[in-house]
Every structure is written in structure tokens, then in C-alpha cells.
Nanobody, 116 residues
Framework: QVQLVESGGGLVQPGGSLRLSCAASGFTFSSHAMSWYRQAPGKERELVAVISSLGGSTNYADSVKGRFTISRDNAKNTLYLQMNSLKPEDTAVYYC?????????WGQGTQVTVSS
């Protein structure tokens, strides 16, 4: 079955960096676009970044453009999110997601807290 497992979250000071990973299994990773979402307390889940199946195309939410980079390693079935210049408003649970036959699959999420 499809499994997505996020890791790499934690507590970081404003201006710091983190790299999130999402290990995928149970499907042909290289055939599917992947995305990162986040959900802050009391807010709706929002799209952060999307990457095409082969990594040639990416898109970002305006709030993270220039600071976050989505990438993937299809040989390792792993999705990444490099987050630089982190701000307190980036605090959220971050999820990776894929879609297969019209069904959304989510990981369990990883907490990112940006605070001094």
C-alpha cells in the first residue's frame, strides 16, 4: 500500500534552515507528482510546493518563494523540502502528498516550529 513518511522537522530559530524528507513506498514514485502542504494551528491546510514526476517543473506558494526549494530523488523514492530563512509564520505541521488513481495519500506529518 502507499506509504509516505515525513521526517526532518524540529525547533529552529528565525532565519534558520531545515530540510524535510518524505520517504515513499508502495507505488511507482517516479511516475507521480508530489507536493508539500502545511497546516498551522487554527488554520486550514495549505499548499506549499509541488514538483512534477521527473522534477523538471516546480511551483511554490507566494509565501515561500525564494526561501523554500522542493526536490526529489527518484532513485531513492524520496521527496525533499529545503527551507531557508525560516520565519515564525512558517510554524506548522508539514505533510507530503501524492495522488494515485484520483485518491489523495498523505503522510503523518512532521512538526516545524520557528521560535527564538
Amino acid at each position: 500500500q502507499v506509504q509516505l513518511v515525513e521526517s526532518g522537522g524540529g525547533l529552529v530559530q528565525p532565519g534558520g534552515s531545515l530540510r524535510l524528507s518524505c520517504a515513499a513506498s508502495g507505488f511507482t514514485f517516479s511516475s507521480h507528482a508530489m507536493s508539500w502542504y502545511r497546516q498551522a494551528p487554527g488554520k486550514e491546510r495549505e499548499l506549499v510546493a509541488v514538483i512534477s514526476s521527473l522534477g523538471g517543473s516546480t511551483n511554490y506558494a507566494d509565501s515561500v518563494k525564494g526561501r523554500f526549494t522542493i526536490s526529489r530523488d527518484n532513485a531513492k523514492n524520496t521527496l525533499y523540502l529545503q527551507m531557508n530563512s525560516l520565519k515564525p509564520e512558517d510554524t506548522a505541521v508539514y505533510y507530503c502528498r501524492t495522488t494515485r488513481f484520483g485518491v489523495y495519500y498523505w503522510g503523518q506529518g512532521t512538526q516545524v516550529t520557528v521560535s527564538s
